[in-house]
């Protein structure tokens, strides 16, 4: 049975002020996520690459219905990929369907959520 379903949309530009503020990072990204932020040497991929996080982890907020608050915060989960590069994400007892996708300038995440 759906749960719920989530989407969030992001400028990528407004990513790039964030390559030196660790504070924003820390709160935002897991240690994982920001490891491979910073293997990441092309200025245009990082920038895409925060931001397509970020939009995952607004969406997730949104097809839980609670928003970013004390029941779910921006670490609470982690984009992970496939072998092939399928991204996907873990959370409680719920089946996470996602879809990350971006053009030149945005970035957009959308999630289903099941739960039997």
């Given amino acids: 049975m759906i749960y719920g379903i989530g989407t969030d949309i992001e400028e990528i530009s407004r990513f790039y002020e964030f390559f030196d503020k660790a504070n924003y990072l820390e ?25 397509s996080r970020y939009v ?32 996907y994400i873990i959370y409680q007892d ?6 990350i996708s971006h053009t030149k300038t945005t970035a957009v995440a959308f999630i289903v959520l099941e739960r039997e």
């Fill in 27 to 51: 709160k935002i990204y897991t240690e994982k996520e920001i490891k491979e932020f910073y293997n990441i040497n092309n200025p245009r991929k990082k920038a895409e690459f925060l931001a």
């Fill in 56 to 87: 995952v982890k607004e969406a997730m907020s949104k097809a839980l219905g609670t928003g970013i608050s004390k029941e779910f915060s921006f670490k609470d989960i982690e984009v992970e990929k496939t072998d092939l590069g399928k991204p």
């Fill in 94 to 99: 719920f089946i996470c369907h996602l879809t």
